[in-house]
């Protein structure tokens, strides 16, 4: 994970977590086979450039665990193992058909309010409903 990623999650309230969760990666080795080809040294490369000036390794499912409780946190629950299966972006919503992990087909709809300027910052409204 790069430093704007960081960037961004600190934003969002998760950095913390998510670099406790991690690994700073400190040098990578590259091998032909058994045999060594080039080690590439990463350390703090990004130091003065950003608040996170390294890489962070981060497995897939505790990256997965954290977005989710975050998520969770906004009221918004996660829906493993659900495919999408068809969307249709028109002019002032977006149409979803959904597979459920139990083979049910379900259609959402997200009217989309794109833009919306207030006096103090820009916000975005999406109502998702099951159709």
Request: charged share 30%; aromatic share 6%.
């Amino acid at each position: 994970m790069h430093a704007r990623t960081l960037e961004f999650y600190e934003q969002i309230g998760i950095v913390e977590p998510v670099i406790a969760a991690g690994d700073r990666m400190q040098v990578l080795n590259i091998h032909i086979g058994r045999k060594p080809y080039a080690r590439v040294p990463f350390g703090n490369f990004g130091v003065g450039l950003s608040a996170y000036p390294f890489i962070l390794m981060l497995p897939q499912d505790e990256h997965e665990r954290i977005l989710g409780e975050q998520l969770s946190r906004q009221g918004v629950e996660v829906e493993w193992r659900t495919e999408l299966v068809d969307l249709t972006d028109e002019d002032d919503r977006v149409r979803t058909r959904l597979k459920r992990h139990d083979g049910a087909p379900q259609t959402c709809e997200a009217a989309l309010d794109l833009l919306r300027l207030t006096r103090d910052k820009p916000t975005t409204s999406m109502d998702w409903r099951p159709r």
